[in-house]
């Protein structure tokens, strides 16, 4: 074997031909800062951020390209969520509310709300799991903010959000609903409008965009009345008084409201080639059901993930996940292995880590083939 099999999509995909050049055409020969100028080049800037935003009002079933703000990825998104979302400005402040998270959540998604209880007086509940890990709609605890992992990055199962938002709904009608949906993008088409979240974020680099991109889907921008960032593009006006420093300041509409400072511009500009590729190319999970029938043969193996999950997460007996996966890297396979940013999900299975593969539209039967020799051969 002495090529790279890359098996680690999950984390962040490979980039298809036309993000690349795409990128590199604007690089080389349209390259110029979005918002900012009136030539006829940054005004043909401002058009291509325009048209990617709509593609990705269109990707979502968003109503509205006003919906879209632009962030630096999901971990960006569930941050800012939470600090727009606790504004004592519109009396939305978190405290004394009750957030409900699950052990299914990324650290991005569940950190932020875990350090809040630090420091105002705010409760965390758990969302209840069925026996396959699944998030339950029975019996969920009542609500002021639901964090919702649409897809777990250790168990690969699309959850069922419409119906979880519902449920939650009928406790809590004014529940604040946030969907983290940086794996469920990339095998599932969403429809924001048919969830009925408030917020929903992904990542571009998981499904072939750029790094140091991301979306944040807001339903309702004009709700949410502070921004959570300042900075230039922002700032309809500020009006006041220099001579006693009293001013006030006037916010631009959503999405501008939200999206303080400098654009990733060439990746945002990418972008929509990702989403393209993306939907013509979900990757090929007859692999991942090849993998899970072949390594479950092999005694020393214990699967963790169901057979029609979207990934194949597991451990083996007598070796510890980080050594497994550096074995697996001199062979060339790239996996990945540890906590996964999952410590909850692991706390809850009862192990420190796990090996986890994904496979990309990039990869083949042939290469799985090649991995299940190898492992096979490592574990005997
Ligand atoms: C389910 C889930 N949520 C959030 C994230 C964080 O994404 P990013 O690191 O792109 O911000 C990841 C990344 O692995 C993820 O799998």
Known sequence: MNKIIY???????????????????FLRDSYANAGRGVCARALAVDDKIANARKKVADFIGAKSPEQIVFTSGTTDGMNRILRIINDPVCDDSLKNKTIMVSDLDHHSARLPFEVLRNSIACKIVLCPLDSQYNLADADLPKSDVFVITAMSNVLGMPQDVATLISAARKKNPDVITIVDAAQFVVHKKIDVQKWNCDFMCFSAHKIGGDTGLGVMYIKNPDRWISPDKFGGGMVAGITGNAVNNNYSFQWE????????????????????????????????????????????????????????????????????????????????????????????????????????????????????????????????
């Open 7 to 25: 098996l680690d999509s999950a984390a962040s995909a490979l980039k298809p031909e036309s993000v690349i050049k795409t990128e590199m055409d």
């Open 253 to 380: 509409n959503a999405p501008s409201k939200f999206e303080a400072g400098t654009l990733p511009i060439t990746q945002i500009i990418g972008f929509p080639a990702a989403i393209d590729y993306i939907e013509k190319n979900r990757p090929n999970l007859e692999l991942i059901k090849y993998l899970h029938d072949e390594l479950s043969k092999n005694k020393k193996i214990k699967i963790i993930t169901e057979r029609d999950a979207t990934l194949c997460t597991f451990v083996v007996e007598g070796m510890h996940v980080l050594d497994f996966g550096a074995m697996l890297g001199v062979y060339g396979v790239c996996v990945r292995v540890g906590n996964m940013c999952a410590t909850w999900v692991h706390k809850l299975l009862g192990i420190q880590g796990s090996i986890r593969i994904s496979v990309g539209p990039w990869n083949t039967m042939d290469e799985m083939h090649q991995v299940v020799d190898l492992i096979n051969n490592i574990l005997k």
